[in-house]
């Protein structure tokens, strides 16, 4: 929500996996702009996003995060 500037339901209602993926590669080559500044500044990240997409849509079986 925050690096795309959206509403939660318009994330709830837009992204589903193959956009997330495509977002992800894209942000790994050019991050967002705060992104940049905070490993300018020195911020480390606590945790380290997980890849397993798969684990993410186990989360939610009946394929809705609302």
């Known amino acids: 929500m925050i690096e795309l500037h959206w ?4 994330v709830l209602d837009q992204i589903d996996i ?3 993926k495509d977002l992800h590669r894209a942000w790994a080559d050019f991050p967002p702009l705060r ?3 905070a490993a300018y500044l020195g911020h ?3 945790l380290r996003p997980s890849r397993n ?3 993410l849509l186990a989360m939610f079986p009946g394929g809705t995060i609302r």
């Open 53 to 55: 997409y798969q684990e």
């Open 7 to 10: 509403t939660r339901e318009q």
């Open 35 to 37: 992104r940049m500044v």
């Open 18 to 20: 193959p956009f997330l």
């Open 44 to 46: 480390k990240p606590r």
